[in-house]
């Protein structure tokens, strides 16, 4: 119910998301502040900061991170190589990707669409995402009492990667993962006792009790 009450929310802003100003910025920041309106964000060569209840439309950049205050809303959030960031109770109707850089959900922010990232972690903390999880080369961390629809993938890996470890996969407790969990590649799998998951395939679950796996 929360969920589809942040849905019809955003839906209500979309004519006035439509009618505001567009941010482009070159090698520099690109920022909208706290409590404001603002339509496609974008950067290369900075960052980019949406302020806390602030609400845009998608925003993205080149060599940056994208940062989503608290309770900001946005329709999509991209980065080539940067993190993502949502903040506490965030919301994005549609999808975040980052391809060289790791995705961070803060507690309760939720992602409607999918996160995808090649090479770089991505972790809830008591969040959700809708559209299910992918990456190659990164970590997953589904935290304490997230939840996750669609499944999760790690692809195989293509081509040069800073990375050769297997992946380590925690689904933590109390969380839940509909969907299957489809791993192309080898990884390492640990799935608390109280976690729910649907079907795996490609690797073998370890259970774990507590709050964390042991290392």
Known sequence: ????TLALAIAAMLPLMASAQDI???????EVAAGQHAGDIHSVNGSVRIGDGAVVQSAGTVNGSVELGANAQASSLHTVNGRLLLGE????????KTTNGSITLDPHADVAGNATTTNGSI?????????????????ITVGENSHVEGGIVVDEQHGWSWSNHDPHIVIGPHAVVTGTLDFRRPVVLDVSD???IGPVKGAKANIFHGAEPSM
Do not use: C, P, W, Y
């Not at 119910?1 to 589809?4: D, K, S």
């Not at 482009?24 to 690109?30: C, S």
């Not at 109770?89 to 975040?96: E, L």
């Open 24 to 30: 482009d910025k070159v090698n520099g920041a690109a």
């Open 1 to 4: 119910m929360r969920f589809a």
């Open 123 to 139: 972790t809830l903390d008591h969040a959700h995402v809708g559209g299910g999880i992918e990456t190659a080369t990164g970590d």
């Open 89 to 96: 109770s965030s919301h994005v109707s549609g999808n975040i």
């Open 194 to 196: 109280s976690a729910q």
